[in-house]
């Protein structure tokens, strides 16, 4: 059964007479008879009493009839909502963001959408392999995360930005001022960090163990704000991304060796459908870096 059979046997219905129907839609009049013969025989039912050159309804033609406009119509209603889901009228984006990374969304939110105000977003913030997984279950359009790791074959990778890992401790500290600290500096202080599940504790902690190091990893916290909070104190200290060092009483220390610098991504399913929205939101969140960056 096609929608152009179910329109074709509503305007046959509509005007009771094939001739003026098929002028109607542009058809010759043995096309229109051929495809209402055709869904007749699908049916197992005729639709159309024809006598000599008179039509009329049948009975099942006329219970027919709602179903086959009720499709017609869902299908019209349809066409309508993609042609806005294209155009930027309607739709939801759903975006996953690493804790690392929350700072880089905001802005490019905003302006999104003040220019397409019809637009809903759906943020979550997690771990990057939590992340991962909700990609890979199709449950997000695309992650914001920090990535190094090899490369998916399944996975479209778009790189934003290079940013440096940094030890973090309190305005009050005794570091405070200093200019470059090492690892193996950093082993000797006790430390709050996110917690293993997060790509960017996962990194630090291979980090020492590349340089035979053991951290004292006092507190774990799956949570930025509560880290940077901790730190404040002056009791502890942390190593974060550059990006997610925000707030007074604050000091970041660049970390001596190589290596200590991780990439921002905008990662998305490569033979997934990517949405005019999405789409547009990636290039305008591009344009937010490249705009910060020559500020800088």
Not at 3 to 11: D, E, I, T, V
Not at 125 to 149: A, K, P, R
Not at 291 to 296: A, D, S
Request: net charge neutral; proline share 3%; charged share 20%.
């Amino acid at each position: 059964m096609e929608l152009r059979q179910l329109r074709y046997f509503l305007r046959a219905k509509e005007l009771l007479n094939f001739t003026e129907a098929a002028h109607s839609l542009h058809i010759s009049q043995s096309t229109l008879s051929q495809q209402i013969k055709q869904l007749e025989e699908e049916l197992n039912t005729p639709l159309f009493n024809r006598i000599g050159k008179r039509v009329t309804l049948t009975e099942a033609g006329e219970l027919f009839a709602t179903y086959a406009s009720q499709s017609v119509n869902k299908a019209n209603e349809g066409l309508l909502l993609l042609k806005d889901l294209n155009e930027l009228n309607v739709g939801t984006i759903s975006i996953g963001v690493t804790y690392g990374l929350r700072s880089i969304l905001t802005q490019a939110v905003v302006r999104f959408a003040s220019e397409f105000p019809r637009i809903n977003f759906r943020v979550v913030y997690g771990t990057s392999e939590g992340l991962m997984e909700e990609l890979n279950e199709l449950e997000l359009d695309l992650i914001l995360v920090f990535n190094e790791t090899t490369k998916a074959q399944h996975l479209k990778y778009q790189p934003l930005f290079d940013s440096p890992v940094t030890f973090v401790t309190s305005l009050t500290s005794r570091l405070s001022g200093k200019k470059s600290i090492t690892l193996e500096e950093i082993s000797q202080l006790p430390l709050v960090i996110s917690t293993k599940g997060d790509s960017t504790s996962h990194f630090i902690i291979k980090a020492f163990d590349r340089s035979g190091l053991s951290p004292k990893i006092s507190i774990e916290v799956n949570d930025i704000p509560t880290i940077l909070d901790l730190v404040k104190s002056g009791n502890w200290h942390g190593i974060l991304m550059q990006t997610s060092v925000k707030g007074e009483g604050l000091y970041s220390i660049p970390i001596k060796g190589r290596g200590m610098v991780r990439t921002a991504m905008i990662i998305s399913l490569k033979e997934a459908y990517e949405k005019q929205a999405v789409k547009r939101f990636c290039n305008l969140l591009t344009e937010d870096i490249i705009r910060l960056q020559g500020v800088k």
